[in-house]
């Protein structure tokens, strides 16, 4: 990814859920925030209740590709964490890619939407 580091620790997390904005879909929550940056820090987050390490997996490599798939589409200088929802283990890569992107739009972290273009 090119404009993209992980986003690791436990701290960076709890501030991006106490401070950051957040949008909801049926598939995955996005929360953001800018960071002061000239890049993107990306976190994915799939609990335990959406089945075994394989399952898990499987949707964080989803997300993972939809986000490097998408990347050069959002501005920089954001951290985001994408958290899985349950319906995230039933639904196609079609649904939760189209998912992802109506919640990057809705918070406003697309190139389109920070340059201030209406939607």
Same mark, same amino acid.
């Given at each position: 990814m090119? !404009?993209? %580091?992980? $986003?690791? &620790?436990?701290?960076? !997390? &709890?501030? =991006?859920? %106490?401070?950051? *904005?957040?949008?909801?879909? +049926?598939?995955? @929550?996005?929360?953001?925030?800018?960071?002061?940056?000239?890049?993107?820090? $990306?976190? /994915?987050? @799939?609990?335990?209740? =959406?089945?075994?390490?394989? +399952?898990?997996n499987? /949707?964080?490599?989803?997300?993972?590709?939809?986000?490097r798939? %998408?990347?050069?589409?959002?501005?920089?200088?954001?951290? /985001? @964490?994408?958290?899985?929802?349950? *319906?995230?283990?039933?639904?196609?890569? +079609?649904?939760?890619?189209?998912?992802? =992107?109506?919640? !990057?739009?809705? $918070? *406003?972290?697309? *190139?389109?939407?920070?340059?201030?273009?209406? @939607?």
């Amino acid at each position: 990814m090119k !404009f993209t %580091n992980a $986003l690791k &620790k436990n701290h960076e !997390f &709890k501030r =991006l859920y %106490n401070k950051g *904005k957040s949008a909801a879909s +049926q598939c995955a @929550v996005v929360y953001c925030r800018k960071n002061g940056s000239a890049e993107n820090r $990306l976190g /994915i987050t @799939v609990s335990t209740k =959406l089945g075994k390490a394989v +399952q898990r997996n499987r /949707i964080r490599r989803r997300l993972k590709e939809i986000y490097r798939l %998408n990347e050069e589409k959002l501005a920089t200088g954001y951290d /985001i @964490v994408v958290v899985a929802r349950m *319906k995230a283990k039933f639904s196609t890569y +079609q649904e939760l890619e189209s998912s992802a =992107l109506s919640l !990057f739009r809705k $918070l *406003k972290i697309t *190139k389109d939407n920070s340059a201030g273009g209406k @939607v």
